[in-house]
Every structure is written in structure tokens, then in C-alpha cells.
């Protein structure tokens, strides 16, 4: 499958069958589930189910959605990094997640940052972000790449109240 877009040490595609091993480990690990939530992913099955289910609905009504971000060297995905549009925000915001042992070694922001410029090149003017709001590792990320913290907010599908970051392109 091609990429959609390549960064310095990355290259992010749409999630697609063979990713299911992948998505069913960060879906379950610790920080995902700490900082993003239990999203009932338990069996490969269920991860095929995420995929079509968020990822390429995203992709085919929005014209983007999470993207598997791996080493362009080897290969090995290290997180998911993309544009989503959710419910409660009026506008497409950034998500990321990256497994821990990737943590810290900048894929986050070098990833988020080529889904910016990827979002330009769709004539996006204006991002959106959330975090939970003790997660200092992905506001740390935000404000790297400009975001600017805007409010607390609840969106209808959590239960628990979320910082929302801004983006002017």
C-alpha cells in the first residue's frame, strides 16, 4: 500500500488487514489506555473491527483518518498518527499514539508534523487536539508543534473532561 506521506525517519499509510497484531497491541497498552481509553479491543478480530470501523470509514468520508506510522528503514510500526473528525468538535483534530518502547525519541512530533502539512495540502485552515488532562507527554507534543491550549471540554463520547489545543495552518 502506498504512503500517504513520508517524514525523515517515518512513512504513515492507511491501516489495512495485516495490521490487526499491531493496532491490537496499542489499543491495549498501557498509555493508550490511560491517556486515550479501553476501546474493547481484545482479539485480532476486534482490531480488524477498529480498523474498518474508525480508521477506513475515516478515510473514505473524510479523505483522512489515523495513519500507521512505521520506521521507513525496517518497517516496524511505532504508533498511529492522523486527522480525525469526532463527534462534539466542529472541526478535524490530530491524534496520535505511539507505543512506549517509541517513546521519547521524537516520532510523535515528527509524525504529527507531517500530518500538519498533509492537512494543508487538503486545505485545512484550522486543527483541533485533545489530551486528558494529566497528559503531560502529549501536551508536550502539542506545544512543540504550536498548538496553543484553548479550554477544558467535554466531548459527548467521553466521560471525562479533555484539554482542547488550537491550530491555525
Not at 495490521?19 to 480488524?48: C, H, K, P, Q, Y
Not at 516520532?107 to 487536539?129: D, F, M, N, P
Amino acid at each position: 500500500m502506498a504512503n500517504v506521506l513520508e517524514t525523515e525517519r517515518l512513512a504513515l499509510r492507511h491501516l489495512d488487514r495485516g495490521d490487526e497484531a499491531f493496532i491490537l497491541a496499542l489499543l491495549n497498552s498501557r498509555g493508550f489506555l490511560e491517556n486515550i481509553g479501553d476501546r474493547g479491543v481484545r482479539t485480532r478480530d476486534d482490531a480488524w473491527g477498529y480498523i474498518a470501523n474508525s480508521a477506513q470509514a475515516s478515510y473514505a468520508k473524510n479523505g483522512f483518518g489515523l495513519y500507521r506510522a512505521a520506521l521507513k528503514d525496517t518497517d516496524e510500526p511505532v504508533g498511529i498518527c492522523g486527522l480525525v473528525k469526532r463527534d462534539g468538535l466542529d472541526e478535524p483534530d490530530l491524534g496520535f499514539a505511539f507505543l512506549e518502547q517509541h517513546w521519547r525519541k521524537g516520532y510523535a512530533v515528527e509524525a504529527s508534523a507531517g500530518v500538519l502539512e498533509h492537512a494543508r495540502e487538503l486545505g485545512l485552515t484550522h486543527i483541533l487536539a485533545i489530551t486528558a488532562l494529566d497528559n503531560r507527554g502529549s501536551i508536550a507534543v502539542l506545544e512543540k508543534l504550536g498548538f496553543r491550549y484553548d479550554k477544558t471540554i467535554r466531548l459527548p463520547t467521553h466521560d471525562a473532561d479533555s484539554r482542547l489545543f488550537t491550530l491555525d495552518l
